[in-house]
Nanobody, 119 residues
Framework: QVHVVESGGGLVQPGGSLRLSCVASGSGFDIYSADWYRQAPGKERELVARITRRGATNYADAVTGRFTISVDNAKNTVYLQMNNLKPEHTALYSC?????????????WGQGTQVTVSS
């Protein structure tokens, strides 16, 4: 069993920055890749950024150049650095990790962390 917990969200003023963390815990697993998603009120969930174990990254067009995803394999932690935030970035940000746990490959999700950008 793999447990995923996000943290780092909060209230920030426009133009500010936040760094979200996603920690995967358990035993006997390897992370293949990890994704950050967000869901704003009244909107569908959308993929924000993806990173593989080797560090290859992909970003949604809307966040390219503003958000940076990174991974610390030793700590089983994935980060999302968000800079120059705007009110439209307000959403629940969730992490999904693709894991090989004892030969079983599956996705594990956290509960999410709320990001609110407001003055």
């Amino acid at each position: 069993q793999v447990h995923v917990v996000e943290s780092g969200g909060g209230l920030v003023q426009p133009g500010g920055s936040l760094r979200l963390s996603c920690v995967a815990s358990g035993s006997g697993f390897d992370i293949y890749s990890a994704d950050w998603y967000r869901q704003a009120p009244g909107k569908e969930r959308e993929l924000v950024a993806r990173i593989t174990r080797r560090g290859a990254t992909n970003y949604a067009d809307a966040v390219t150049g503003r958000f940076t995803i990174s991974v610390d394999n030793a700590k089983n932690t994935v980060y999302l650095q968000m800079n120059n935030l705007k009110p439209e970035h307000t959403a629940l940000y969730s992490c999904s990790v693709l894991v090989d746990a004892w030969g079983i490959i599956d996705y594990y999700w956290g509960q999410g962390t709320q990001v609110t950008v407001s003055s």
